[in-house]
């Protein structure tokens, strides 16, 4: 941990100077605060210089804790929770998970046990958390946040009855997108919405390939777009009225 430390106050003295000061106000950073970059990025610093996966283990569990503070302190001052702190517990919450999961036999089982552990009493403050009256916003923000603790709590608990299902589930989301394998690589300023996260039907987001509409896609009635071949040749078919030339008459 010292080296950890050491790397980050030279790498941000180079940055911004006077590294220590900004790397030590930038831990108690709120999301709408200048130093939170910092804290995120000392955040990810951390955790790719983590010798192995037992201390990433430790790492995320601190990381989502201080997610949730984040979030639970902006809720009851009534402030809005940004996005992008919302994709970034959900995805530490994957990576959580994951390597919980990938653990040695034994350590794998300690490791979801602290993690079910973790769940339970951040579900238990988020169930308790007081709102001001009307706060809708509010309300549907410390849902979805239980909805999520719910969910890796239940894959938690599954995991410690079936490891291999729980490794068998964590492999699908890999291999469908749906979990982010760098753990902790967000921006404050927001993902890429061409290479993270998941992207909204419609919103011509997308893993960058392509589709022709003019020969990969059921054309749609109307809309111009077809394979490109016509129902007959213009010289011999039976014209439509109004549809355009017919047949040449002699």
């Known amino acids: 941990m010292v080296n950890i430390l050491v790397t980050l106050l030279v790498a941000l003295g180079l940055v911004f100077g006077g590294g220590g000061a900004a ?7 709120m999301p709408d605060e200048a130093l939170y970059p910092v804290k995120t990025w000392s955040e990810q610093v951390q955790l790719q210089l983590a010798e192995d996966d037992e201390d990433k283990v430790q790492l995320m569990n601190a990381f989502t804790n201080r997610r949730m503070e984040e979030i639970r302190t902006m809720l009851q001052a009534g402030e809005q929770v940004p996005e992008p702190v919302m994709t970034r517990l959900e995805y530490q919450l994957q990576y959580m998970l994951q390597l919980a999961a990938g653990q040695p036999e034994g350590q794998s089982e300690q490791a979801l046990l602290q993690l079910r552990n973790q769940l339970q009493i951040q579900n238990q403050l988020m169930q308790l958390l007081q709102l001001g009256e009307g706060d809708q916003s509010g309300l549907l923000i410390r849902e ?29 989301q890999q291999q469908n997108g749906n979990m982010n394998p760098f753990g902790d690589v ?27 509409p003019w020969t990969d896609t059921t054309p749609i009635p109307g809309s111009g777009y077809g394979s490109g071949q016509g129902l007959c040749d213009p010289l011999t078919c039976t014209p439509q009225p109004g549809k355009g030339p017919g047949p040449n008459q002699p």
């Open 186 to 212: 967000i921006e404050l300023s927001g993902a890429n919405p061409y290479a993270t996260g998941t992207p909204t039907p419609g919103s011509s987001y997308g893993p960058g390939e392509s589709q022709n």
């Open 23 to 29: 790397l030590a106000a930038s831990q108690s950073a």
């Open 144 to 172: 979805r946040v239980r909805a999520m603790l719910e969910m890796h709590l239940g894959q938690a608990e599954g995991g410690l009855q079936d490891p291999q299902m729980l490794q068998e589930q964590i492999r699908l």
